[in-house]
């Protein structure tokens, strides 16, 4: 469906980037051990929920519930932020991230025009726009996008200009054809970094020198925020304009726990944070927007650090290549120890860097 509450007002031209977190269901995925709280669902489809996300009433903490669409109209199923308006593609403890799905929709109105992104985030809890992880692009002609912070109009976060040539022979026809989608370089295609991260943005789009004929090339483009390693990879599978299928990619946002601070000295959580299992660490958010920490297990340990024990030891002797271990391993907790066996020499952390000892006489 159509969430009018993501978009840009009429007035926005070209493009409207609406973001949308999708919902899945809990299935077969191989969810990771002790991740979710007893009782709780820990997947929707593929997708694991680790808490403090979580489906259902005692399953969350306050802003992290998430929706699971498990009524047959998805397969597999999809998993949303909140109340089913923006899809999530993954969460990620360790990194404090969840990549959403960003859809890409379009406006038959005219340049210029002012629209608005990440609106229906408002409401669906603590989550920001990941800084210098996520571009701005714009494709299509002789079109400028500029990214304001939605609080402060004043406050331009980051702008673009795709500039389309002509041809020749038919100056009426924009050098579409000609130019390869597997880069974007300014020509009918440009991005930018977007350093600031926030939760909404106003967009601004304006025309830039002549605009294509209305016969051939109607003022329309596809302005939106994606994952920079995302597009960097995938620009060739969006297709050419005109008259392509609107895309969906993804972006990425961060997330704080509530909005207080770490009060333990050097990492130890305190007594204001969720920080729950032992072997955990607590860390401050930072960012222009946000406010307070993250949770960590400490090195050594992996799982959940919100939940009681939900930091676990590692076991590096079981992962070799992981560890960088082919000799005698001796595990320890939260570390451990890697040497060459008896009667052997040499380097254990690389392989068949042990060797057997040479004797003499």
């Avoid at 605009?211 to 990879?233: T, Y």
Wanted: charged share 15%; aromatic share 8%; net charge negative.
């Amino acid at each position: 469906k159509f969430n009018q509450s993501m978009v840009p007002s009429r007035v926005v031209p070209v493009v409207v980037v609406a973001l949308w977190l999708q919902a899945a269901g809990w299935g077969e995925a191989a969810v990771p051990p002790n991740m979710a709280l007893p009782g709780c669902p820990s997947s929707c489809g593929d997708i694991a929920i680790p808490y403090p996300f979580g489906i259902g009433p005692g399953c969350y903490l306050d802003g992290f519930n998430l929706t699971c669409n498990d009524d047959g109209s998805h397969r597999p199923p999809k998993l949303f932020l909140g109340d089913g308006t923006v899809e999530v593609l993954e969460i990620s403890l360790e990194n404090t991230t969840v990549r959403v799905s960003s859809v890409v929709d379009t406006n038959d109105t005219v340049v210029p025009g002012v629209g608005t992104w990440g609106s229906g985030l408002a409401g669906a809890g603590p989550f920001y726009l990941t800084g210098q992880r996520n571009q701005l692009v714009v494709r299509g002609c002789n079109m400028q996008a500029v990214l304001l912070d939605a609080r402060n109009s004043s406050y331009v976060v980051a702008a673009c200009t795709s500039i389309c040539a002509y041809v020749n022979s038919n100056p009426g026809l924009p050098a579409l054809a000609s130019q390869p989608m597997d880069h974007c370089s300014g020509v009918s295609c440009c991005q930018t970094s977007i350093y600031v991260g926030l939760t909404s943005y106003t967009v601004q789009l304006s025309p830039v020198g002549d605009m294509m004929p209305s016969f051939f090339f109607p003022a329309m483009g596809l302005v939106f925020i994606a994952d920079a390693e995302w597009f960097d990879g995938n620009a060739t599978n969006l297709g050419p304009l005109p008259n392509e299928e609107k895309p969906v990619v993804p972006a990425t946002l961060d997330w704080a726990i509530g909005e207080s601070e770490c009060t333990g000295r050097d990492g130890a959580p305190g007594s204001g944070t969720a920080c729950s299992s032992s072997n955990s660490l607590c860390r401050d958010a930072t960012g222009l927007s946000r406010s307070g920490h993250s949770c960590h297990c400490s090195p050594g340990y992996e799982g959940n650090p919100y939940i009681p024990d939900g930091c676990r030891d590692i076991d590096e002797c079981a992962r070799p290549e992981a560890y960088s271990c082919y000799g005698g391993c001796k595990n320890r907790p939260g570390s451990f120890s890697c040497f060459c066996p008896e009667g052997t020499q040499g380097d254990p952390r690389i392989r068949n860097g042990c060797i057997r000892k040479l004797s003499i006489g």
